[in-house]
């Protein structure tokens, strides 16, 4: 069955305005809504096996859990939940930094989110830069950064302001020789590909899944093997079993289940039979098909507008994401313009603070044109008339 973007978008109460914001949130449908609700409104209590509420709490961690790993083809018991990836992000490089001597290495990338970034650098590692070409938003090689004393290397699986979508396995194979560990943020390619973390050849995967139609949370993936060499701070009476030992306080019981709900919903996307995982590739296949057609038609139109600048290499291999400005037009004012004329595109660097400079662009960034999986062509073309008709000087 083909991909039925009006059907989809009769789950979603809140589609007001064209809606090409989903880099930085996306639109949540009614059953993710439902079951957050209903998970409130339900008597629960702290996970155990006793009462029907604790047995309750206890079954919706364990589907939140399955949940994540059907989505990433993960180890339901490497999935570690928190209040949002950058914070898992902050908990984790602490974590391993008590294992680092004052000679150790990271290696961060300017193409990444700053979450990706600043928890890295904060640690006292000397830190080894890898840039991006400007004029095709490609990654340089992380191999020749790489030294006896390279403990970890952070990098993004596709960028939030540009959607380059850095070859991974590769990176991976490089870190893994060199004998050092490989942290990936998958907050952008998660809700628009299928995602292996056993082949991307991740130690650590963190996305989050309020980017893929469910609630603000962050969730880690990693083997359990490896998250059992870690120790973090924790209270004394709270368990030390993996991975609730990284998981600080009384999980959020109504998020975690919006987000199984919100997976569920991924995976029926197109209607089809098998085990959730494989209902979840078909569907984030056909995902795909859909929303690379909706990028051709954004990219050509843009480029055939004049004075209009669109950033990274359109065609090459990304997610479907477009960053742009326009000539004499201060891009908050593209914003604004967009947004009067119900177009939510908005401006910036996106907390993707190091690739918005390295671009030319500084602090204050330019437009990010974002595809989601209720984005139609009608949306597509609402967004290029906004464009056209901006005043010009």
Known sequence: M???????REHFPALDAAHFDGPGGSQVPDVVGAAV??????????RGVVTAAERRASAVVADARQAVADLLAADPAGVVFGRSMTQLTYDFSRTLARTWGPDDEVVVTRLDHDANIRP???TGAKVRWADFDPATGELAPIGPLLTERTRLVAVTAASNLLGTRPDIPAIAAEVHAAGALLYVDGVHLTPHASVSVDDLGADFYACSPYKFLGPHLGVLAAAPALLETLHPDKLLPSTDAVPERFELGTLPYELLAGTTAAIDFL?????GTGSRR????????ELEKHENALLARLDGGLGSLPGVTRYGAPGRHRTPTVLF??????SQAVYEHLGAAGVNAPAGSFYAIECSRHLGLGDTGAVRAGIAPYTTEEDVDRLLAGVASLPRA
Request: charged letters at 15%; a negative charge; one cysteine or more.
């Open 37 to 46: 609700a209903g998970t409130l409104c339900a008597a629960i209590a702290n």
């Open 325 to 330: 400005s326009v000539e004499g037009v201060p």
């Open 267 to 271: 995976a029926d996307l197109v209607p």
């Open 278 to 285: 494989a209902r979840l590739l078909a569907s984030m296949a």
């Open 120 to 122: 890295w650098v904060q």
């Open 2 to 8: 083909t991909y039925d973007v009006w059907k989809i």
